[in-house]
């Protein structure tokens, strides 16, 4: 079973930077999908960015040109960049990996939590202004 392991999350001033990891453990797949999902207080979780095995990566509209996404497939590690965070960016912050035919990177927008297969316990991100 994959496992997901989250960290890289804390408290920051708007304007302010953090790079989040998730360390990607057990059984690798041909194809798949790896995204980052979050969901703040009283909201439903929504997706971020997200990568497949392609290479290919996209992101919401809400973070265009300020996060990044990547991954290091030697290390099994995910990485989520963010630069110039916002207080709306506060929420908790969650990694998770599901077949590549669901990944928006091939399907725009769809950001569907239903589609993903493995979670990780999430990192919290607090953006003060």
């Known amino acids: 079973q994959v496992r997901l392991a989250e960290s890289g999350g804390g408290s920051v001033q708007a304007g302010g930077s953090l790079r989040l990891s998730c360390v990607a453990s057990?059984?690798?797949?041909?194809?798949?999908?790896m995204g980052w999902f979050r969901q703040g207080t009283s909201k439903e979780r929504e997706g971020v960015a997200a990568?497949?095995?392609?290479?290919?990566?996209t992101y919401t509209d809400s973070v265009k040109g300020r996060f990044t996404i990547s991954k290091d497939n030697a290390k099994n590690i995910l990485y989520l960049k963010m630069n110039s965070l916002k207080p709306e960016d506060t929420a908790k912050y969650y990694c998770?990996?599901?077949?590549?035919?669901?990944?928006?990177?091939?399907?725009?927008?769809?950001?569907?939590?239903?589609?993903?297969?493995?979670w990780g316990q999430g990192t919290q991100v607090t953006v003060s202004s």
């Open positions: 990568w497949d095995s392609e290479g290919s990566v």
């Open positions: 057990g059984p690798t797949y041909r194809s798949y999908c």
């Open positions: 998770a990996q599901g077949p590549a035919d669901s990944c928006p990177t091939v399907r725009p927008g769809a950001w569907d939590v239903d589609e993903y297969n493995y």
